[in-house]
């Protein structure tokens, strides 16, 4: 007969089991074909002001007049760099592009899923798929896609005008994202917004290895435990990640995990702008340095690629859906995952050890 303590062991494990458990998410925006659009104004700019790009940002009757944002014949979003537009000899050319940001915003207890089949690349190109407050960076950003030229990986980064913002030592036992910046405070007077940045380990998160696997998803879960952002390529997606009830607490490590015990994300992170776009050169892009990782052998310098229209046939947005899910709640499901199944394999420890010594 077991004793009373093996009893208790295993009634631990029982509730603990228990506590492991999916949130019930709502959804709230779910946006595919024309649908996706309406759901977003366009921020229309001749001059890129925030990043310095070569570009200018189109009115949506621009955009739509230009071919740059459509839904094709497979009900898929094109939003996309114009390619057609040749301007050699003119060093001081803007290419026009797109600067989308949603009617809604996002507030903490959510979970966005973004499906796509294609992300803008090229030597010059700079996309990006990330949230922002109304007042930045006091309200802070959430970078789920941003990346480079002809990088291959994606990069997840948190920017906040709180001083106090870090991503914590103890993130990285839990992403398989190789953190490269752990510290998220934005000072512009400074010229200091690289944010907490982690680089996904996965070659086909970004860029042409994206698009030759058909894509993928990528997903952040934002509440009162921290920020998890996640990417799977085509062949791992979760089963129910597609649902109207996806559970995170199935999912697989997320790629990127930024704890509150680093950085609050219900007093650092107000109400989120979700937003879209692509520029060229710029900021990032344009950086002599990060230009010449990917691109030294294909130009000089950045600039000189955007007058050739053909630079840019790779410089869209393919898109499924993108959809929000709110739990009505900010608890922590993430956070409570980790620490639930941590604690289940030391109770069953227990229990087997207490288990071996009766027989």
């Excluded at 970078?143 to 906040?160: G, K």
């Excluded at 639930?340 to 069953?348: A, C, F, Q």
Aim: net charge negative; hydrophobic share 35%.
């Amino acid at each position: 007969m077991m004793s009373l303590s093996l009893d208790f062991l295993l009634l631990s494990a029982l509730t603990t089991l228990t506590t492991i458990r999916a949130q019930t998410y709502t959804i709230s925006q779910n946006l595919s074909g024309s649908n996706f659009l309406s759901a977003f104004a366009y921020n229309e700019s001749a001059i890129d002001y925030n990043n310095f790009g070569n570009v200018h940002f189109l009115s949506q009757s621009d955009a739509v007049a230009d071919n740059l944002t459509y839904v094709d014949s497979n009900g898929h979003v094109i939003i996309k760099v114009d390619n057609t537009t040749d301007a050699n000899g003119d060093s001081t050319f803007g290419r026009n592009s797109v600067y989308l940001e949603s009617n809604e915003m996002m507030t903490i207890g959510s979970l966005l899923v973004f499906d796509a089949v294609h992300i803008p690349y090229g030597c010059s190109v700079w996309p990006s798929l990330f949230t922002q407050g109304q007042d930045w960076p006091d309200n802070g950003e959430m970078d789920l896609i941003e990346n480079v030229n002809l990088a291959t990986s994606n990069q997840y980064s948190l920017h906040a005008g709180s001083s106090s913002c870090v991503q914590s030592s103890s993130a990285t036992s839990n992403q398989t994202g190789t953190t490269t910046s752990t510290n998220c405070t934005v000072v512009p007077s400074e010229d200091e917004n690289t944010g907490c940045v982690v680089e996904d380990t996965q070659s086909d998160s970004f860029g042409a290895g994206f698009a030759e696997n058909n894509g993928g998803v990528y997903a952040v879960l934002w509440d009162e435990s921290g920020i998890a952002m996640w990417f799977f390529n085509r062949s791992s997606v979760p089963s129910d990640i597609s649902s109207s009830q996806p559970d995170p607490t199935s999912w697989s490590t997320a790629s990127a995990w930024y704890p509150a015990s680093g950085c609050s994300p219900s007093s650092v992170f107000g109400p989120q702008t979700i937003t879209l776009y692509i520029d060229i050169c710029g900021a990032f892009a344009g950086d002599t340095t990060t230009f010449d990782e990917t691109c030294s052998s294909v130009a000089s310098n950045c600039t000189s690629l955007v007058q050739t229209a053909s630079n840019y046939d790779n410089a869209y947005w393919e898109i499924n859906y993108l959809r929000v899910f709110t739990t009505g709640t900010s608890n922590g499901a993430y956070a409570e995952t980790v620490f639930s199944y941590k604690t289940l394999l030391v109770i069953l420890g227990a229990a087997s050890l207490k288990l071996y010594m009766l027989l």
